[in-house]
């Protein structure tokens, strides 16, 4: 049973555009969202995270809003780059012992010229 | 630091094969995990450690093996090789209290 819902699968944006990746998660009892950046090759590396008592939180042109009630969370990346073209996961923290990660299926992002 | 490493980078195994992945962390984190990645699959779970000699399972187990002898290592066990453990494997680790995980660079795993 999938847990934590993301969408699109796959994203194309021009370059200076804002990229919004969706998630939707279930289990109320995750307390902590990350999102994950991953290049070609490489393992995902963490961009930005939220704590649900927090509505949005900015880093630079990365953007998480955060929506308890709707138990939903989306990354907005504003004035998209080329650079910013990389696979991006979702994840939620919690439920039960280890602090494990739920990871979203990912969303394969290209920005172009 | 070197952070999170893991060998081999690339591996083909044949079927009813074993190996082991190694993996390995210099910053002390006492959490440590293995995921596998299909693709359109996200990462998933295949078990974690939350210190030496404390192992359990994740999301999906069967047909792995793991061992946490020390803080630093954390090796997964293939022991018969199916063509469903073809995949890329991460491990990641992190230190208490803190939730940020790191990746390591990931072995891409193929079984013919």
């Known amino acids: 049973q999938q847990q934590v819902k993301q969408s699109p699968q796959s994203l194309i944006v021009q370059k200076g555009g804002i990229s919004i990746i969706n998630c939707a998660y279930e289990n109320t009892a995750f307390d902590y969202f990350p999102w994950y950046q991953q290049f070609p090759g490489k393992g995902p590396a963490l961009l930005i995270a939220?704590?649900?008592?927090?509505s949005e939180k900015k880093e630079g042109r990365f953007t998480i809003s955060f929506n308890k009630s709707a138990k939903q969370f989306s990354l907005h990346i504003m004035d998209s780059q080329p650079g910013d073209s990389a696979t991006y996961f979702c994840a939620a923290n919690g439920s039960g012992g280890g602090n494990k990660l739920t990871f979203g299926t990912g969303t394969q992002l290209k920005v172009e010229l | 630091n070197a952070g999170v490493t893991q060998t081999p980078k690339f591996r083909i195994l044949k079927i009813g094969q074993s190996m082991t992945l190694q993996c390995t962390q210099d910053m002390n984190h006492n959490y440590m995990y293995w995921y596998r990645q299909d693709p359109g699959m996200g990462l998933k779970l295949i078990y974690y450690s939350v210190g030496a000699g404390i192992t359990d399972k994740g999301e999906v187990p069967n047909g792995y093996n793991v061992s946490r002898s020390t803080t630093e290592d954390f090796p997964l066990r293939l022991e018969l090789a199916a063509p469903s453990q073809t995949s890329v494997y991460f491990c990641?680790?992190?230190?208490?209290?803190?939730?940020?995980?790191?990746f390591g660079p990931g072995t891409r795993l193929t079984v013919l």
């Open positions: 939220i704590r649900p008592d927090v």
């Open positions: 990641a680790s992190k230190s208490s209290p803190y939730n940020e995980q790191f």
